[in-house]
């Protein structure tokens, strides 16, 4: 861009592109561009660009935590690799699978495609919040008693779902519980086992006798 042009720009707007995107990055709270910091790999220092890790409070399960993550990183992430809640899985880290699945602010998010930062606040609930010590939660006994998991992966995923999709509909019919859990997939194909664990959690949760 010539001199020029980079004028007309400023007279134009009253700030140029180049001061807009410093002071945006200013104004967010994380600088767009910094300088580099030095860490050591294997006795070789390692040039490090980017915004630094900042403190992020989420509410889990009831429970005020903390973790030091960049502000790039996931929800998902900061579960697993600071927090060491590991029972949401990484598996397509694309938003479609569900075997990140956790509850937020009382609607069901796949955690790999929130920011750890975004979530700050908002109270959530993994697979490992759902039972009391000892005791399951019903749809986790029913998912036993049911035979609805094979290599796991996906059971979180789908036991967090199946919590929020009966707190919603807590007398559903076969046709709505499949529909209901469309955002789930099992690779192992144990869709029928699922769906008879969520109509006994929901049997259950009405003092009825359990199915099958």
């Not at 429970?63 to 690799?81: F, I, S, Y």
């Not at 796949?110 to 700050?120: K, N």
């Not at 529909?179 to 099992?186: I, P």
Request: overall charge positive.
């Amino acid at each position: 861009m010539s001199e020029e042009k980079q004028r007309k720009d400023k007279q134009d707007n009253g700030v140029s592109r180049r001061s807009f995107l410093k002071a945006s990055g200013i104004s967010l709270g994380v600088p767009l561009v910094v300088g580099h910091r030095v860490i050591t790999i294997n006795g070789q220092d390692v040039k490090l660009f980017g915004p630094t890790k900042t403190p992020v409070f989420l509410l889990l399960n009831g429970q005020k935590r903390t973790a030091q993550v960049e502000p790039r990183v996931t929800l998902l992430a900061a579960l697993r690799n600071e927090l060491d809640l590991t029972g949401a899985k990484r598996v397509c880290d694309r938003a479609t699978c569900g075997a990140c699945t956790v509850i937020m602010d009382g609607k069901l998010v796949y955690s790999c495609s929130v920011l750890a930062i975004e979530a700050q606040g908002k109270p959530i609930t993994t697979v490992e919040g759902l039972g009391q010590g000892d005791k399951l939660h019903p749809i986790q006994q029913a998912f036993v008693d049911n035979d609805a998991q094979q290599c796991g992966y996906c059971t979180p995923g789908f036991v967090v779902a199946c919590k929020a999709f009966l707190d919603k509909h807590p007398n559903p019919t076969p046709e709505e519980v499949q529909e209901g859990l469309g955002g789930n997939l099992c690779r192992c194909g144990t869709y029928m086992g699922v769906r008879a664990a969520v109509l006994q959690a929901a049997a259950t949760s009405k003092g009825g006798k359990k199915n099958g």
